[in-house]
């Protein structure tokens, strides 16, 4: 049975970035350092390839004294944009590193030792996620930990796979302009939105933890 997660660190009004694409940090270093502790909780942490190319992040658990196995990374990318001069490829032989692709794995990333997982695509070329999570769960990762970016959040609750949420709130506004941490619903009833049940609130630093568990 696969359980995912979906991690936000937001400014109060729900963004990501600003409108230029500036995120680090929003929010505080005890946030992030709560953000690692999930990590190590989970199987893998999985990214959208935009979010992979803007950031070149490495999506390790980076916490004093972690002894223990490093999560997967797994990058959703239909075309196989991901470089090879990336954090996640270069250090793909240290940490188990997945692309899921809707096209025959390419070769160099192979080379590079990345795993790289074809699924069937839907809509303008995107993996379909309930197959994504299928070939996940066949690889041992069940317990994902989804950390962006918007439309890979919005894509996630779309098809009703979100178990819970890890919601970490900065107390800053960034406004319309910036880029909002879950992407198009297509909601046009309120009856229809993801709903989800508040579990616990704590502060972490100047920042709040909020976590919610599907209502």
């Not at 470089?83 to 080379?111: F, G, I, M, N, Q």
Request: proline fraction near 5%; aromatic fraction near 4%.
């Amino acid at each position: 049975m696969h359980v995912i997660t979906l991690k936000l660190a937001t400014s109060l009004d729900g963004r990501i970035a600003t409108a230029g694409g500036e995120s680090r940090w929003i929010t505080g270093e005890a946030a992030r350092e709560a953000v690692h502790r999930l990590r190590a909780q989970h199987d893998a942490v999985l990214v959208g390839v935009e979010t992979a190319l803007a950031d070149d992040p490495e999506l390790t658990v980076r916490l004093a004294g972690h002894a223990s196995a490093q999560p997967a990374r797994v990058v959703l990318d239909s075309r196989q944009r991901l470089p090879l001069t990336s954090k996640l490829v270069v250090t793909a032989r240290e940490v188990p590193t997945y692309v899921v692709a809707t096209a025959e794995p390419d070769p160099a990333l192979v080379a590079a030792g990345v795993l790289v997982v074809q699924v069937r695509a839907v809509g303008e070329d995107r993996p379909e996620l309930k197959t994504v999570v299928q070939a996940l769960a066949a690889e041992g990762l069940n317990r994902l930990l989804v950390e962006g970016g918007g439309q890979v959040a919005a894509s996630f609750l779309r098809c009703e796979l979100v178990d819970a949420i890890e919601w970490f709130r900065a107390p800053m506004l960034i406004g319309g302009e910036g880029r909002p941490a879950v992407g198009a619903l297509a909601i046009a009833a309120l009856a229809d939105a993801p709903h989800f049940r508040r579990t616990e609130v704590r502060e972490v630093g100047d920042d709040l933890w909020e976590r919610y568990e599907r209502g």
